[in-house]
């Protein structure tokens, strides 16, 4: 298993850094629902933000004249509409993208609609990444505003993740980097030298696609845990999580086959099989030796949750009997794993791959 010693989380930044500058990027697709806590967050944050460009790919629920709103509240804010979307490419990466050819800034950062920034986000954000001399970082959220049921499956979905990638790290390996599109910050000479967002077109999983082919390029890039930075409110259910999230909780678009066979078997060992065993060995009986590895597998587990919990705003009940959902969250890695996605965020993409 990989690491599973956890860095602080990154602290804000409420003195203003003004030798730099940055560009926030906000790609969007009917999204009236998340935004305004979004553009509010972002409208609060002093320098180095000197411009938040929504690139908009034609929603039709109300997100371009709530931008407008803010505009006018926050000159820095402006609305832009990308381009018709090209062949093999991700509405998403073709967004952030065209905002690219259009931001001025030093940094760009990529915010999701879904995050709402605390004071000194962004201030803190390039400070982590200066302080650790990274390129390209991405951050770790906390996560908010959820269901019981939600909070009951999501941190077994994480945890799919944190065993195999391990925990956010300045340095992680470059196979092994896990990212995050909800706050996503690189060096705008960076994107420029190494083809932007170009190389994650077809990505579901493009934050975690670009930052594993920057890293392999030579780029330093690192993920840290930004808890105290912003909180994210992603889906609306648990159902739409295990649609939305476990289409790309698998990671097939960053790595190779033999390696998701490897961490399929795994996930399975140390995550899937020991709950119904060690409920098997109650009624069937097994071998004292297979049920002590299953038992210090579940007790793993358990210490894992207690380690993640500030990443949850609440916890409750759900979050504490989240384990028992492991092995549904194992099953849905593998029916991601052989299913590929035909479509995302309302968009659909059957001749991506």
């Known amino acids: 298993m990989p690491g599973i010693r956890r860095s602080p989380p990154v602290r804000p930044r409420l003195e203003p850094i003004t030798d730099t500058s940055v560009s926030v990027l906000v790609p969007t697709l009917n999204e009236a629902g998340r935004l305004a806590p979004c553009l509010a967050g972002l409208s609060r944050q002093g320098a180095p933000l000197t411009e938040i460009i929504v690139v908009d790919s034609g929603s039709t ?131 420029q030298a190494h083809g932007g967002y170009q190389p994650a077109r077809a990505s579901f999983a493009d934050d975690v696609f670009l930052a594993r082919h920057y890293a392999a390029a030579g780029v330093r890039c690192g993920f840290l845990d930004g808890r105290r930075l912003f909180r994210v409110r992603s889906y609306r259910s648990a159902g739409e999580m295990w649609r939305e999230w476990g289409r790309s909780v698998d990671l097939a678009d960053t790595s190779a086959p033999s390696r998701q066979l490897l961490d399929l078997v795994f996930l399975l060992l140390v995550q899937g099989l ?57 099953f849905r890695v593998v029916l991601s794993t052989f299913r590929r996605p035909v479509a995302w965020r309302g968009r659909a993409y059957r001749e991506i791959g």
Not at 106 to 111: C, E, M
Not at 182 to 187: A, E, G, K, S
Not at 275 to 304: H, M, Y
């Open 61 to 191: 629920d109300g997100t371009q004249a709530l931008v407008r709103d803010a505009a006018e509240r926050d000159s820095r804010v402006r609305l832009e509409q990308d381009p018709p979307l090209p062949a093999g490419w991700i509405g998403k990466v073709w967004a952030l993208e065209h905002g690219l050819s259009l931001a001025k800034g030093d940094w760009i950062l990529g915010v999701d609609a879904d995050t709402e920034a605390n004071d000194g986000m962004v201030a803190g954000v390039v400070a982590a990444a200066r302080e650790h001399g990274l390129a390209l970082v991405s951050f770790a959220p906390q996560f908010a505003g959820q269901t019981s049921w939600e909070r009951w499956l999501q941190p077994s979905l994480l945890v799919t993740l944190l065993y195999r990638t391990g925990v956010p790290s300045p340095a992680p390996p470059t196979t092994r980097l896990l990212a995050n599109g909800q706050c996503f910050l690189v060096r705008r000479e960076t994107l």
């Open 274 to 330: 020991p709950l119904p065993l060690i409920a098997a060995s109650a009624v069937i009986g097994l071998p004292l030796p297979l049920v002590v590895v299953n038992i210090a597998a579940l007790f793993l587990r358990l210490i894992v949750l207690v380690a993640i919990r500030g990443s949850y705003e609440k916890r409750g009940g759900g979050y504490a009997l989240s384990w028992i959902a492991d092995p549904l969250a194992v």
